[in-house]
């Protein structure tokens, strides 16, 4: 088995342990975060069989994708993403874009893609530990700017939320953001919602638990 099989195989176990615990009919998605590895490293991966892949910056998962054009990798965009980057994100098709934070931003994505006669694939970001420092709506805020973004932006196709865990070793606070998004996931279910995106390096046995179906997973597959 190369390194990069290893490490799969490893990171699927442990999923495997907790999922069969928890929900035994759950497919659970695994994106490999690949911000911080060159892109023969995605290769090796690609070849160890990982398929979705995920970035967090619009120069970044340009990059890669050129470098890898002939690979019919599944591209995520996980980043932060600035207005004069719309652009050129939109014609790279990612697969899934996880960050889409806002009202705001959802309305002129939507611009954008009606200008070029696209759709794209979306999730809504929410900052379930209420930390200044992260992006997302307020999930007091989710359901009224999820059926929002449904109502005003016919380009986007909202499939989900995505929220960061929040940013603490105490585990019952993490364990209280996932619960707060997956709550949130389950009441906007008849929307039409299909993926709860939760669950990093640290804390995805925990975001698994409760009831993660997309899993972003940078170090804890490339180290
Ligand atoms: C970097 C990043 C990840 C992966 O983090 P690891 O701790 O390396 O697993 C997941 N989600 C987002 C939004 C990120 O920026």
Redesign the pocket.
Known sequence: MSHYETSLDAVFSRIEAVRALTNEHQIIKLVA?S??VEPHHVEAMYRAGQRAF?E?KVQELSRKNVALSTLPIEWHF??RLQKNKINQLIDLNPFLV??CDSLALAMELDKRLHVKEKTLPVLLQVNSAKEESKAGVLPEMAVETYLAIQETCPNLQLRGL?S?GAHTEDTTIIQDSFETTYRLYESLHKHGAKVCSMG???D?ELAVRCGSNML???????S
Do not use: P, Q, T, Y
């Open positions: 975060v911000k911080s995920g967090n996980i980043g996880h960050s995505m960061i990093m390096s640290n995805f972003r997973l940078g170090g804890v597959l490339f």
